[in-house]
């Protein structure tokens, strides 16, 4: 067992490409046996599905783990607290539910070690097969008594520069007659056209088609957000079809040169309950830790405000930025006021990030 164990570790130390190694500072003590685990494609009535991230100690110290943060509710992390011996092993479990999401979906996991000196990033990707429904079920958006949508929401993801990209929404009647169609939308604003049927035959299905446009050289970045209004019969539906779109960077060609990497520390201010009407302040860390310059490409500020960041900022390799954000609480107690700052880079692994931001009125 002993061979076994010391042959595991060799490798570990002998092969850093194979393992996830992301630090703040210096070198990772943790060296993980993979940085990502693909589910494959699962289905969302099958439930919750589960992997074990194991990694060694590759440190002269014990390390101990203070904390595990997911990039969604929909994904928990069990892990041990207690220390981690030189040269010993370890791992994480990680559970992701599949419940009420669907498509090709990816969520981040940060392992955080010893006063947060040092972090591991790891990945879980899955693609996620809905349960099957009826055809209202299928459909559960009321557009008009007699159209519904799969959907009410349209989300393109990534958009990269100079990029086309399409996507679908299905709308159905249920009635037994025929009915009219006609699509209208907010406008042109961001390089979103569509098509939309012109009618509708009875417990007839058909596609709205939608499709965001990045001109080559023009530098269109951060959130993109549209709506499209749906008339049935002369109705307007009661809500629209709302599009969103992040513009980023054309990363193809570029997996082998160096890349930076951001790091927000921390990425969730809560100020919890603060007097009313007080402005509330805390410096945020925002770091490199990897190997090229980290260009801001777009800063979008929204219920808050961020001092010491703009979008010609520029951090280093190793470098980090100390930024001021400040939020104010709300005038009547119990209420609540939420803030958010997304910030779009040139980090490949992910080029746009939200720091979030909270605080009650006691």
Known sequence: MKRIFTSFLAMMVLCPPLWADETVNGTAPLVFDSDEWDFGTINEEDGIVTHVFRFANVSDKPIRIISVSTSCGCTNAAFSTEPVASGDFGEITIHFSPARTEGQLYREVEVFTDNREWY?????????IPMPMGLEQLNPHQLSSMVRTNTNRCNFGYIAQG????KTVSIVNIGKEETAIEAKSTGNRYGMTFQAP???GPEETAKVSITYTIPKGMQYYGNARDTIWIMANGQKSEQPIIISALRVDNFEGTANLPQPVM????SYVDFDKQPAKKTCKQTVVIGNTGKSDLLFRNIEIIGCSVNGLNENSTIRPGQE?????SIKSPSVSGESATGSIFLTTTDPTRPLRELRVQVQAK
């Open 120 to 128: 591991n990033r790891l990945t879980i990707i899955a693609n996620v």
């Open 163 to 166: 990029q086309t990209v399409t």
């Open 263 to 266: 790091r927000i520390e921390p």
């Open 321 to 325: 930025k100390k930024v001021t954000v």
């Open 198 to 200: 012109e009618k509708l």
